[in-house]
């Protein structure tokens, strides 16, 4: 996470207002209409009634994802953006303003939207709301996209909101709503967004019943990226500023420092994950509520209090607490070091990442076992090892030095094993013993899988960036940074050969 941390400060993110052409290309595959750079039309609706701060590739896999469904429901937690996000889409969907019909939602007020949206009885007719209205403007115009954003969605009965009736005709397309002595259908040319907050704090809790007649739920995950773009939109404002103030100053120096923004993004990443395994995805921050403020380091403290306030409040059986935190401040205090990373941790961690470990723990146990059964039986048992040991570890050096592939080298270990069984079922080799041994066997196995696919994730990785035939300098260090991290769990001559690959491309580039 300390490496991802890293990883995504050194990328270019874009807010949407930066991509003006990629906003249209997406506006166009919307509405089936021909791509030309320049046209402002996507830009202009996406500003109504102002441009917000939205990281571009989010909002972009947002907008191919709901486009094409009718019904969807919108979840994420506080600060991801999910109902900034939805209305500026449904803008981008309907292409004009009066195609979009806006519902915020309030608690207690069910019955009050029902007969606001759907319609009432009043001496002796069928009124109807503002929602069949817009139906009946979709049917006049078929070749149109017409949205109805629902926001706080969950802060209401959606079956009142609807009425039994219509609600009942949501769960097919066959079937049909009588209301006023009229069939009411839903046009076909008719998007429904559903906002909701995910987690704890909803009146009424989607279940499988909601989603069957308002559609799946696309859950907005919190995201580092916007973070990232935003404090880069923060340092830029404040570069430009005419008088700061010693505040201004301070907060433009943090955000010009990589180590302390990389610290923060850890904490960001860290925590939020923290509290998803302990609490749920609901108990999350996004990147736009009150965390974002609290980038420099001396701003720790407040930090882990916005969150310990949040969860707090939700009243959860666990309560956070500032121990919960220990581990990510390690991390931050050693650049990245794991909790429990002292000498002799990192010692048995670099023996079991080598391979070292469990040949270790087999021949001590091996010495216990055979101390106490006796030399003898020692001596004996220990031959058939050693001879079957160096045979693995023979066809287990081949494989480092590329003398053998990784499928013979498999095979070959699969041999020995099978050899091993039939020593411990003749009783030529002890239980216990067999046992130690085919853990070695089984180690050197998903080493060497393990190293196969590590390699062809490297290769693949390589190639998607040499599609057209340039290695950036960014991915360069990504490339470099990758096999860094699997420099132990590969053949040295496969690591020396990937890295003479990547040198020489990006060599080919420099020239």
């Not at 955000?255 to 990389?262: E, N, R, T």
């Not at 909790?339 to 961690?349: D, E, H, K, T, V």
């Not at 004996?380 to 494989?399: H, K, N, P, S, T």
């Not at 040295?492 to 020489?504: I, S, T």
């Amino acid at each position: 996470m300390w490496l991802e941390a890293g990883a995504l400060l050194g990328e270019k993110h874009y807010m949407i207002e930066e991509v003006p052409d990629s906003l249209q290309r997406i506006y166009c595959e919307m509405h089936g209409t021909e791509f030309r750079p320049g046209d402002s039309t996507a830009f202009h609706l996406a500003s109504i009634p102002y441009l917000s701060n939205i990281e571009w590739t989010s909002f972009r896999d947002f907008c191919r994802t709901a486009c094409k469904k009718d019904f969807l429901v919108i979840s994420g937690v506080t600060g991801v953006g999910a109902t900034k996000q939805t209305k500026h889409m449904a803008r981008l969907l309907a292409g004009k303003p009066d195609n979009i019909m806006e519902i915020d939602c309030a608690p207690q007020f069910d019955l009050e939207y029902h007969k606001k949206y759907i319609g009432y009885e009043a001496d002796d007719r069928f009124v109807r709301g503002k929602l069949l209205e817009l139906w009946d403007r979709c049917r006049q115009h078929p070749d149109e996209h017409f949205v109805t954003v629902a926001d706080n969605f969950d802060k209401i009965n959606p079956e009142t909101f609807f009425g039994p009736e219509l609600w009942e005709s949501l769960s097919s397309t066959r079937d049909t709503a009588i209301l006023g002595g009229q069939k009411i259908t839903v046009p076909p040319n008719f998007h429904f967004y559903s906002v909701t907050h995910l987690g704890p704090g909803s009146l009424i809790e989607m279940n499988e019943e909601h989603f069957k007649r308002l559609g799946r739920q696309y859950i907005m995950p919190p995201n580092p990226r916007e973070l990232l773009a935003w404090m880069r939109f923060q340092a830029n404002k404040l570069s430009h500023k005419s008088s700061p103030s010693p505040k201004d100053l301070r907060a433009l120096a943090a955000l010009q420092d990589s180590a302390q923004i990389q610290q923060f993004l850890f904490f960001f990443l860290k925590t939020n994950k923290f509290i998803r395994d302990k609490y749920s995805q609901g108990f999350q921050l996004g990147q736009g509520s009150n965390i974002r403020n609290f980038y420099c380091a001396e701003d720790r403290a407040d930090l882990k209090l916005v969150w310990l306030n949040h969860i707090n409040a939700l009243r959860p059986q666990r309560p956070l607490t500032n121990d919960d935190f220990k581990s990510a401040e390690f991390t931050i205090r050693t650049a990245g070091l794991e909790p429990g990373s002292n000498f002799l941790a990192r010692q048995i961690q670099f023996l079991e990442d080598t391979g070292y470990l469990v040949e270790i723990t087999m021949v001590g146990t091996t010495a216990l076992l055979t101390a106490l059964a006796g030399w003898w039986v020692f001596r004996r048992r220990e031959q058939l090892i050693r001879r079957y040991g160096d045979r693995a570890q023979q066809v287990y050096a081949g494989f480092e030095t590329q003398l053998i592939s990784a499928e013979m080298a498999a095979r070959r270990l699969e041999e020995i094993k099978k050899e091993v069984d039939d020593l411990v079922l003749r009783r030529r080799l002890g239980y216990t013993e067999g046992l130690y041994f085919l853990a070695f066997i089984e180690d050197r196995s998903k080493r060497i899988e393990f190293a196969r696919n590590v390699s062809e994730n490297f290769l693949e990785l390589f190639n998607a960036f040499m599609e057209d035939d340039i290695l950036t300098e960014s991915e360069y260090m990504k490339l470099k940074q990758f096999l860094q991290s699997i420099r132990h769990k590969i053949p040295g001559e496969v690591y020396d050969r990937f890295r003479d690959k990547v040198e020489q491309a990006y060599a080919s580039h420099q020239g």
